[in-house]
């Protein structure tokens, strides 16, 4: 086993999943600033946001198998891609073991009631009640 080619794919899988995590995050933290603009737009930022992904998560993964095929090189060129690819499904597996740690339950709205003693009380529980006021 080369241990040249495992740290090139390791060092790719990392890229692709360093560059994964930050674009998620940014989607997540700029959602709330795309609110009431043409849907079109959005629409259109959206693909050309998936296209640059696209490219810059598939020069990581393919540009230097598909250079070192070029060159004659096709075992250590294919032993790469498929370390590489190898290394990003134990990444994927190692993120959906981390999601199932976190308990899975309904995500509440943030909606409050008012009280007949003039406190307020939120939703809570499975099913998103609101929880009983004080003294009741």
Sequence with gaps: ???????????S????????SAFAW????TER?????PDFLIGTLMI??????????????????????MDGNKKGAMQLFVY???FLAAIAIAVALTLTQYEAGAQCTLE???CPDGSYVGRA?????????PGR
């Design 112 to 114: 409050a009631m008012l």
């Design 84 to 86: 590489t690819i190898a």
């Design 33 to 37: 600033g795309f609110d009431g603009q």
């Design 48 to 69: 050309l946001l998936f296209i640059i992904s696209a490219s810059v998560t598939g020069s990581l993964v393919l540009l230097r198998p598909v250079t070192m095929f």
């Design 1 to 11: 086993m080369n241990t040249n080619l495992l740290l090139r794919a390791f060092v």
């Design 13 to 20: 899988a990392a890229g692709v999943a360093g560059y994964v």
């Design 26 to 29: 940014l989607l997540n933290h």
């Design 125 to 133: 529980g499975p099913n998103c009640e609101f929880s009983p006021c």
